[in-house]
């Protein structure tokens, strides 16, 4: 074990040694991760704007996912927003006078426990293509801007603040000179922020605005306090007046609704003892209260409200569900939107038809055309907020994973299908808000999968059934569960898992039945505890803060009995005899803050004593990135992450398992690589978004980096050995002319159609899919002016395949689909000139290579460098015969040089044609030449043209009678009966063609010559 941990610190001394800088991430151009989806079950949708002249125009806004824009009603969207710091949208609002004009402000204003913030308010001119930071940063959650319509340059932003604690950027601001500079012009404290506001369509200098006091921690929820109130002005922000007439006295959370055919019409949500609807008939000014049922009873999560532009008394409510009420607020007698996900956050009305509404929710975003009555749900939008995911040893692989309010789902990390990952390969799991997912190794027919508060089951994929197996408290014990509890397999036994509580429950037969291995390894802090308090004005009691609770449990790989446990206040603790006896490692992390939450310990997988710690503390306002390592079983511990390497709080960590320099790490805005240990961190750029990046898992097999976003479902990096190389050799493979990597085995699948469709149309997703072919890695440390050339090479040496590749300076990839170099075709000439004759010759050469090992050679500016690719068989189908396969090749081979032979002597044959043609033009304008030439030149031209249909490639041809010998090349063993018939009519077709065509060069060609010099007609004038 000393030995061990000696040679660990020394590699360790040695990559810091080379004092490795920074890489230049654009050289990983070629290298792009996949997004997979699903967008079946998609993400929060928090904000919706659409284009006031062209409604085909929308703009989608999502917890974070980024900001979508649909140009076609939603049929299809694109991302818009992609490149920006931060990914979380709040409130989108385009200008009305120029449309091109959009605003979009971060920071999503629903403030749940799951909240996503963000960086300011963005400007962009050209529809959404580029986008300009107009300030506002520190002001974290912006819930609504308005544009004022008769001005661009008068605009309001609506900043709820952080949830997480006071700060003094939150409240409403104005810019008269369009986003250049702001004025803060309505502030009520430092935890009291804009939730909701509305304009006048009638006036806008006329607003009214809602402040919200608020606060979260991570063990409570707080609505509801000073500096709460609804607040109205109407000289454009230049004095306000709290309004107070018939509005109740205890005030929480609010929402506004402005009837637009009838600006005097004002609705009101009103948090409050109870909560209900108001209005006012004036404008404002006095208020009644309206319904108090079928309103919500979540205000904190959702206050949305909502009135018809053409009916001043037709209101709509959001919240779990949707209700109609047709009294102006009396009474919600009615239900719509049943049949879409539930947790309504975003709503649009056509102006001009109120039938045509769009809802944004939890699961995404649905659009109505009949008020109501039917929902068309937007199934291509794949903006899933993952906690966590997991890998298992099928092939293809499959990936486990829990959403956000979406359940838990398995789905292929790739499939053998003609197409992409569609939502349908995906299988549901369990319901809820989805957290760890995983699969029991050795058994791919049963999963695990835990809902929110501990909810754990193990499931039948095969059938669906599922079994509860959360463990039982003791006679008088209360067990907490996280919101998202610790769930972890034992390395060393398949059938053992680890679920953590206070304690760590250890279960040997599946979850069947459970022991405690360890006390409570929490602070156990009871003013802490206290969650059926918590939500102020109105509880929410839903498990969201349930504190003092395990949330990561980490078992060695290395060490049996080696146990890594974090804790959501701040706890490290471990065993390293299977929990006999536990160590609170907590006071040695010097540097991390108090009681922060431990998300996730990834014990190493190379040295026992190893372990990294992430750490984020952004509940409590502090959003600095942390993560620590130990590689002494956690006595002491060094910082490699801090705010100068990375951007945003961290959330998980990867460590190679074959080189233990390459180290990944996901942060909330965005994926970060290492290649010398930690000592530098460098963002993954290329084709990766900003998003929350909150879950890596490295395929053991297959050496894929697999990424759980929290906002834009799963990704995955194929294919990381070329990574993994330059941490090997401490970047100096960077100087290389040009460097060929080891290409991971490719099998040669038979694909079929994708289930259930013909014909898709446009708004079906596909997620993006792995190639089914060798793809090859290769760096080059410039771009040159030449192509890049490549030869695959077989084991006895010989060039299966040739081609060029365009390239530019960095890693490319190329990939080879298992082809050898075309076939010879018989009578390849003819058939290039037909209009179908590429496509005929391409039938005929897609010859594919032999299952086994090859060498890659690719030759770039003079240099050349190899590596290996391995093809394997399809593991579906039974095993090709290799052996006669390669019999077969060679048969092909010897047939392949008497096909080459034979098209050589068909061109001069066909050639003649040339001459055939002339002297049928000469024909036609010399009628004394014709006469002359009459006899024998008919006679010369139809034998000439039954040769051509003799050798042809109709039923009867000689040439596809030969052409058939291609199954020579395709056949997986040894030929059949009627096969051997075909070669054997081959071989003979070959040898009657050449013997055709041989005896009409030696023979008719000559004749036909000394015909035309008989009748003194030279044959050189006569075709000049």
Wanted: hydrophobic fraction near 35%.
């Amino acid at each position: 074990m000393k030995f061990k941990l000696l040679i660990t610190v020394l590699f360790l001394a040695s990559i810091y040694e080379l004092g490795a800088q920074k890489i230049d991430m654009s050289l990983f151009h070629g290298i792009k991760p996949r997004n997979i989806g699903p967008a079946g079950m998609s993400g929060r949708v928090t904000a919706i704007a659409v284009d006031p002249r062209n409604y085909d125009i929308l703009y989608i806004g999502t917890a974070s996912g980024g900001l979508w824009k649909s140009v076609n009603a939603g049929t299809t969207f694109i991302p818009v927003f992609d490149d920006q710091p931060v990914a979380s949208i709040g409130a989108i609002a385009i200008d009305p006078l120029r449309p091109d004009i959009v605003w979009a402000g971060t920071g999503e204003g629903n403030p749940r426990n799951s909240v996503t913030g963000g960086y300011g308010i963005y400007k962009s001119y050209d529809g959404g293509r580029t986008w300009k930071l107009m300030g506002l940063q520190e002001t974290r959650h912006i819930h609504r801007i308005i544009v004022n319509p008769v001005n661009s340059d008068i605009v309001y932003v609506g900043a709820l603040g952080t949830p997480w604690g006071p700060n003094y950027e939150r409240g409403l601001y104005k810019t008269t000179d369009g986003g250049i500079t702001w004025e803060k012009i309505l502030y009520t404290g430092e935890t009291a922020g804009v939730c909701d506001m509305v304009m006048d369509p009638s006036n806008p200098d006329k607003l009214i605005v809602g402040m919200w006091n608020h606060q979260r921690w991570p063990w409570f929820f707080n609505s509801g306090g000073t500096g709460t109130g609804i607040y109205m002005t109407v000289d454009g922000g230049k004095n306000f007046i709290r309004l107070e007439e018939g509005l109740p006295e205890i005030i929480g959370r609010t929402g506004f609704a402005i009837a637009k055919n009838r600006p005097e019409y004002v609705y009101a949500y009103i948090e409050s003892k109870p909560s209900a609807i108001y209005r006012s008939t004036d404008g404002g000014y006095t208020w009644e209260k309206r319904g108090e049922k079928g309103i919500g009873n979540r205000p904190f999560y959702y206050a949305e409200i909502y009135v018809d532009p053409e009916n001043e008394n037709r209101l709509y409510t959001l919240y779990s569900g949707i209700n109609v009420s047709e009294d102006g607020g009396l009474t919600f007698p009615t239900s719509i939107a049943t049949r879409v996900h539930l947790d309504h956050h975003a709503w649009w009305i056509n102006p001009n038809n109120p039938s045509h509404m769009i809802d944004g929710n939890d699961g995404g975003m649905a659009i109505t055309y009949d008020m109501g009555k039917t929902w068309r749900h937007i199934t291509n939008l794949p903006v899933g907020q993952f906690y966590h995911i997991n890998v298992d040893m099928e092939q293809p692989y499959r990936i486990y994973g829990g959403l956000q309010d979406n359940g838990s789902w398995v789905g292929p990390a790739y499939s053998w299908h003609d197409g992409g990952l569609i939502n349908e390969f995906w299988d549901f799991l369990i319901g809820g808000d989805g957290f760890d997912a995983m699969p029991v190794p050795g058994d791919p027919r049963y999963c695990y999968a835990q809902s929110q508060g501990g909810a754990l089951r193990r499931i039948d994929i095969l059938t669906g059934y599922m079994k509860v197996i959360k463990p039982a408290a003791d006679t008088g014990e209360r067990l907490r569960f996280n919101w998202n509890a610790a769930l972890a397999q034992d390395p060393f036994d398949n059938n053992t898992i680890y679920f953590g509580s206070q304690f760590v429950h250890k279960s040997t037969n599946r979850g069947d039945t459970w022991e405690k291995i360890s006390p409570d390894l929490t602070t156990n802090d009871p003013e802490k505890q206290n969650q059926t308090k918590s939500g102020g004005i109105t509880l929410d009691v839903t498990g969201a803060e349930n504190h003092c609770t395990i949330i990561t449990i980490s078992p060695s790989r290395l060490e049996k009995g080696l146990i890594w446990v974090g804790t959501d206040d701040g706890n490290v603790q471990l065993t390293r005899d299977g929990g006999k006896t536990w160590t609170n490692v907590t006071d040695n992390i010097k540097g991390a803050p108090r009681n922060a939450w431990i998300p996730q310990i990834t014990a190493s997988k190379h040295n026992p004593a190893e372990a990294f710690v992430v750490l984020n503390n952004y509940r409590t306002g502090d959003y600095s990135a942390y993560l620590f390592h130990t590689n002494n079983y956690g006595k002491t511990w060094t910082r490699i992450i801090d705010d100068n390497k990375v951007w945003g709080y961290v959330l998980c960590f990867e460590q190679d398992f074959k080189e233990p320099s390459l180290m990944f790490t996901g942060t909330e805005y965005g994926l970060y690589v290492s290649f010398d240990a930690g000592n530098n961190w460098n963002k993954w750029i290329s084709g990766y978004p900003t998003v929350s990046t909150y879950d890596l898992v490295i395929h053991p097999r297959e050496s894929d980096l697999v990424i759980g976003t929290f906002g834009r479902s799963v990704w995955i990096i194929d294919d990381i050995v070329p990574l993994r190389e330059i941490a090997r050799t401490g970047g100096k493979i960077l100087n290389e002319t040009i460097a060929v990597f080891d290409a991971p085995p490719a099998v040669m699948a038979a694909q079929k159609n994708l289930p259930g469709y013909y014909y898709r149309g446009d708004s079906y997703f596909e997620g993006a899919n792995r190639p089914i072919a060798s793809v090859i890695t290769f760096y080059v440390k410039d771009t040159l002016p030449e192509k890049l050339k490549t030869e695959i090479i077989d084991s006895d040496g010989s060039v299966v395949r040739t081609f060029e590749t365009a390239v530019k300076k960095g890693f490319n990839r190329v990939e080879w689909r298992f082809e050898r170099d075309p076939m010879p075709v018989a009578g390849q000439i003819q058939r290039e000139i037909q209009s179908s004759g590429q496509n005929t010759r391409m039938r005929f050469s897609r010859i594919k290579a032999l299952p086994g090992e090859y060498k890659v050679r690719m030759t770039y500016g003079g240099m050349s460098d190899s590596a290996k690719a391995v093809i394997v068989s399809d593991p579906r189908l039974p095993l090709p015969d290799t052996s006669e396969m390669r019999k077969n090749f060679k048969r092909a081979n010897d047939l392949s040089n008497k096909i080459i032979n034979l098209n050589n002597l068909y061109t001069k044959f066909f050639n003649i044609n040339n001459t055939i043609t002339k002297i049928d033009e000469l024909c036609t304008k010399d009628t004394t030449f014709a006469s002359l030439v009459k006899d024998f030149h008919n006679s010369f031209k139809k034998k000439y043209q039954d040769i051509e249909r003799r050798l042809s490639n109709s039923d009867a041809g000689l040439f596809r009678k030969i052409n058939s010998a291609r199954i020579l090349y395709t056949a997986t063993g040894k030929l059949s009966q009627d096969e051997e018939k075909n070669i054997d009519e081959a071989y003979n077709a070959e040898k009657e063609a050449e013997s055709l065509i041989n005896e009409f060069l030696s023979s008719d060609w000559p004749d036909y010559e000394k015909k035309l010099a008989e009748k003194l007609i030279p044959l050189i004038k006569l075709i000049r």
